[in-house]
């Protein structure tokens, strides 16, 4: 069977930066208007205060500065506190496909072949815009690339999942190269109104071109060493949006149809399960895990990814050693792994190894080990 390695990778950041003073502003805004029109109400103690947000807690817990969205305005609309992305007719291409064909476009020419050479594209992604077409087939048919293409989602592993089912697929001959994309547009399932999670996400795509290593360039890219998957079924992180259970998302009673989570829960269960599975894997591929050159992780939160990379590494990591893109692009769900790849890893010379992990809703987590060719 061919081993698969990864040729390329691609990014598309969208062009507007927010930072937690401009978002904090907006919520404190909004908080300031409810406690005013509801002044009478929460004096009587029928309804409860609102309380402002704090831009320093905000990078104190999470490690986040800024993120970048597809759409401020709305954001920073104390009225609106949601994206404001127009609805596009069945004939344009869709905001979701459109920036992951940007991401797409970045690998392909870091890549240097064409398009035709992809024999099939996944969308790997927690945030799907529609339930059908696929999101992967528009991306398939804006690029001109035949053979066939599909959506999966994993929350916050997808890339990691659509990693190995790539590298599956290479080895299996079902494709000679296979292009993930990760299109996020987390905005749009984030609670702007909760104080506690309205700072954590970013929007932004990722792209990878996954292909047989007897057909890869000489010194191109990086095997793979070995995937490995996991999940875990847990109510902590959970989005109950849905075609059964419509209604508008920010209404009294449907705030678990955007985004909720018992952070510290997550923090408590999943830093020892994604530690654990890492060291077992490296063991089991013979890989000395105080030995990698680099961790890619998934960006969730600043204080759990030290934790994961202190665990994994043995030691406190030395600088870019744990890569953490989290202060500039936030959590960006499935893509975060994938922008610390992108972003950390041109220096690799041969033979270095690193891992890409992710993790997140389910639980779900994933490992890919991969060696500089
Ligand atoms: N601004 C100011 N203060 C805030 C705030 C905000 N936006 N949100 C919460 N606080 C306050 C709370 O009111 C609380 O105050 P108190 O101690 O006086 O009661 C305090 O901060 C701690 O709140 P808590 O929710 O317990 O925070 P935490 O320390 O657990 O941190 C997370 C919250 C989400 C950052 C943390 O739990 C975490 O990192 N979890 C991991 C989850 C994750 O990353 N999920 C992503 C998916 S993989």
């Not at 339930?131 to 087939?137: E, Q, V």
């Not at 599909?150 to 494709?175: E, I, P, Q, R």
């Not at 970013?202 to 995937?227: H, K, Q, Y």
Request: some cysteine.
């Amino acid at each position: 069977m061919p081993d698969a390695v990864i040729a390329a990778t691609g990014l598309y950041t969208p062009p507007n930066s927010l930072s937690n003073v401009e978002l904090v502003e907006t919520f404190n805004a909004y908080v300031a208007r409810f406690n005013t029109a509801n002044a009478e109400a929460i004096e009587a103690g029928r309804i409860e205060g609102l309380t402002p947000s704090s831009a320093e807690f905000i990078e104190k817990a999470s490690g986040i500065k800024s993120r970048f969205v597809v759409d401020k305005s709305g954001l920073m609309d104390p009225e609106l506190m949601r994206p404001v992305i127009p609805e596009r007719s069945n004939e344009e291409l869709s905001v979701l496909a459109e920036i992951a064909v940007e991401a797409a476009r970045d690998a392909l020419a870091r890549w240097g072949k064409p398009a035709s050479g992809i024999g099939a594209v996944i969308c790997a992604a927690s945030n799907m815009q529609r339930a059908y077409p696929a999101m992967a087939i528009e991306v398939q048919q804006a690029l001109g690339i035949e053979g066939f293409a599909f959506d999966m989602n994993v929350a916050c592993s997808s890339a990691t999942f659509g990693l190995k089912t790539a590298a599956d697929f290479v080895a299996s001959g079902s494709a000679r190269a296979v292009l993930m994309v990760n299109p996020e547009i987390c905005s749009g399932h984030l609670n702007f109104r909760d104080r506690d999670s309205h700072f954590i996400f970013g929007d932004v795509a990722t792209a990878a071109i996954v292909e047989r290593e007897d057909e890869a360039d000489d010194g191109a890219g990086w095997e793979i060493l070995g995937t490995r998957l996991k999940t875990q079924f847990s109510n902590n992180i959970r989005n109950n949006f849905g075609f059964l259970n419509r209604g508008a998302p920010e209404g009294v009673g449907q705030k678990d149809k955007l985004f909720v989570q018992e952070g510290r829960k997550v923090f408590r269960e999943v830093v020892p399960m994604v530690s654990e599975m890492i060291v077992e894997h490296a063991a089991d591929l013979g890989i000395d895990p105080t030995g990698l050159k680099r961790l890619w992780l998934h960006q969730a939160n600043i204080n759990m990814n030290e934790m994961i990379g202190r665990r994994v590494l043995g030691r406190d990591p030395a600088p870019g050693e744990n890569v953490i893109i989290l202060d500039e692009y936030a959590n960006t769900s499935s893509a975060g792994s994938i922008i610390a790849f992108h972003k950390a890893s041109d220096d690799f010379a041969r033979g270095d190894t690193g891992l890409i992990c992710s993790f997140g809703a389910g639980y779900s987590a994933g490992t890919v080990f991969v060696r500089k060719r």
